[in-house]
């Protein structure tokens, strides 16, 4: 079992930068992937960003390659999700997600946290 706690979220205008953290309980935290998801009012849950289990590799949606960085420390349990040169169009409540073996860009993941909102405004 991971429990997995969001935190890291608020207000930034636009062209700031936000770092999101993901602290997970449980032993076997560093055997699972993990990704981000965010949903916006009225969309669907989307990919946002993964990493594998020993964080060599790491997978990013095209609307973050390049502004977002995903990493995690496994001795802390935690990973993190570092946004630069946020929009408006970013606003949404971030999940973090694990899953046995390797990532996946859908919502296949065992393991949600509650999420965290991340607001920015124009």
């Known amino acids: 079992q991971v429990q997995l706690v969001e935190s890291g979220g608020g207000l930034v205008q636009a062209g700031g930068s936000l770092r999101l953290s993901c602290a997970a309980s449980?032993?076997?935290?560093?055997?699972?992937?993990v990704a981000w998801f965010r949903q916006a009012p009225g969309k669907e849950r989307e990919f946002v960003a993964a990493?594998?289990?020993?964080?060599?590799?790491?997978y990013y949606a095209d609307f973050v390659k390049g502004r977002s960085t995903i990493s995690r420390d496994n001795g802390k349990k935690t990973a993190y999700l570092e946004m630069n040169s946020l929009k408006p169009e970013d606003t949404a409540v971030y999940y973090c997600?694990?899953?046995?073996?390797?990532?996946?860009?859908?919502?296949?993941?065992?393991?949600w946290g509650q999420g965290t909102q991340v607001t920015v405004s124009s």
């Open positions: 997600a694990a899953r046995s073996g390797t990532y996946s860009l859908k919502l296949d993941y065992n393991y």
């Open positions: 990493i594998t289990w020993g964080g060599g590799s790491t």
């Open positions: 449980g032993r076997t935290f560093s055997t699972y992937a």
